[in-house]
């Protein structure tokens, strides 16, 4: 049975109960009496319909109100109503539950994404479009987005159409790669993504790669000029023979350190290489170090050892590899006749380890600098001391991995300081 069935059979059967009672009262009371109660009967449905509609129409204003039960097929329509009404409740609860996890999705988002109509007004942004951009949604919703980002590359982005390729912009000095998205008829998706880091790590292998191999050319050009002379002259003087194969040996030493501190620091920097902790035996660790030092010094600095510290948890040979970084690059970098203290003590924030040297110091505008791969403060210097430029960024990454930091300070002419400081939390149980 169809609605428009369902509608009119219980009208017209009211109707005819109407008319009904209206004859039986005509036949009591004669027609005049019949006419008036059909009369006051229709009178009355009419003023109960309108009352219904009235209700309905304030219903429609405030929905939140209640429909009165009503009365005939006021009744089923007031219930239809009141089911429309719970099931669009149960649609708006469902679509902003929908909202609101779409919206903490796109707040933790590292890339940002702003909503803007067809003439580039701002209709919603996530939190990293607003740091990227430097907006506010409470305050830029609604407005140009030309007129909130006034940087004339990415205006002309906006306006020439060009979103084949993304634009890479800079803003408060970091870089941005922007890309503009059609969404829906009238609307577009500006997405940005921070590529300052991957350009940094970029620069940083270019340069890496570039230094090794300036590194690495150096004593193979040395090793191969050797042998060609040779080759060309069988017929070299011994002593000349040997001074050369001293060199060549001295240079495949030189490149055998720069490979072996390359590895280190390849391995320090990948997850798949876990810290191996076990307690450290900090006093026959730092003898090795001041052994090591004497013998690199060859008796002209006076080394000195201070270990009044306790041992503690971490790896054995990647502390001994950075302590002994430190304490040779001071011996490198100290005058003969200066001396090198080396130290380890606790203190109230946790122990540490520092080198002293009377040395020829660091100016400050390169000690921010001095833990970078291959960075060099006076290269003649450093190919005298035979250093790999590696050092101090192999100790920083053993103190990362220990959970301290390495601190430097340092005079130009009055020497250096140099000092591992770890957390209290690495000390050894007495136990």
């Known amino acids: ?89 149960k649609i708006r609860a469902e679509l902003a539950e929908w909202l609101a996890r779409f919206r903490e999705a796109m707040a933790q988002l590292p890339d940002g994404v702003a909503i803007i109509d067809d003439v580039l007004f701002l209709e919603w942004c996530n939190p990293a479009a607003e740091k990227h951009l430097g907006l506010d949604l409470a305050r830029d919703q609604g407005m140009r987005i030309t007129n909130l ?68 050319r150096t004593p193979l050009t040395v090793i191969n000029g050797f042998l060609e002379l040779a080759v060309h002259d069988p017929d070299m003087p011994e002593d000349a023979r040997r001074r050369h194969l001293s060199l060549m040996l001295e240079q495949g030493r030189r490149m055998q350190d720069l490979i072996e501190d390359m590895l280190s620091l390849t391995k320090l920097e990948t997850l798949e290489f876990p810290l191996q902790v076990g307690t450290v035996n900090m006093v026959a660790l ?69 080198v002293t040297d009377t040395g020829i110091g660091i100016a400050p505008e390169h000690v921010p600098r001095l833990t970078e791969r291959f960075y060099r403060v006076d290269k003649s210097r450093s190919r005298e001391t035979r250093g790999t430029g590696l050092g101090l960024a192999i100790v920083k990454h053993v103190m990362m991995r220990h959970g301290g930091v390495l601190d430097i300070k340092s005079t130009p002419g009055r020497g250096s300081v140099f000092t591992a400081r770890f957390p209290r939390l690495v000390v050894a149980s007495s136990d």
């Open 286 to 354: 730092l003898e090795d170090v001041r052994d090591n030092a004497v013998a690199l010094s060859a008796g002209h600095h006076e080394v000195k050892l201070i270990a009044s510290g306790p041992d503690i948890r971490g790896s054995t040979d990647e502390l001994r590899s950075a302590f002994l970084n430190l304490a040779t690059n001071a011996v490198r970098y100290t005058p003969e006749g200066g001396t090198v203290t080396l130290e380890w003590k606790n203190t109230d924030t946790g122990p540490e380890f520092s």
């Open 149 to 216: 980002v006034r940087h004339p590359h990415f205006i002309d982005y906006l306006m020439l159409a060009r979103f084949e390729k993304p634009l890479e912009l800079e803003i408060n000095e970091r870089r941005y790669q922007m890309h503009l998205i059609p969404f829906q008829s009238k609307r577009r998706i500006l997405v940005t993504h921070d590529v300052t880091q991957v350009e940094l790590i970029d620069r940083m292998r270019r340069d890496f790669i570039a230094n090794a191999s300036h590194e690495l």
């Open 1 to 89: 049975m169809n609605r428009g069935t369902l509608f009119w059979t219980p009208a017209v059967l009211r109707i005819l109960v109407l008319f009904s009672i209206a004859g039986a009262i005509g036949f009591f009371f004669g027609e005049r009496a019949a006419l008036l109660a059909a009369i006051a009967a229709l009178i009355a449905s009419l003023v109960m319909q309108l009352r219904y509609l009235e209700h309905l129409s304030l219903w429609l204003d405030a929905p939140e109100q209640r429909l009165p039960d009503g009365w005939g097929a006021w009744s089923e329509i007031f219930a239809r109503l009141y089911r429309l009404r719970r099931e669009d409740e």
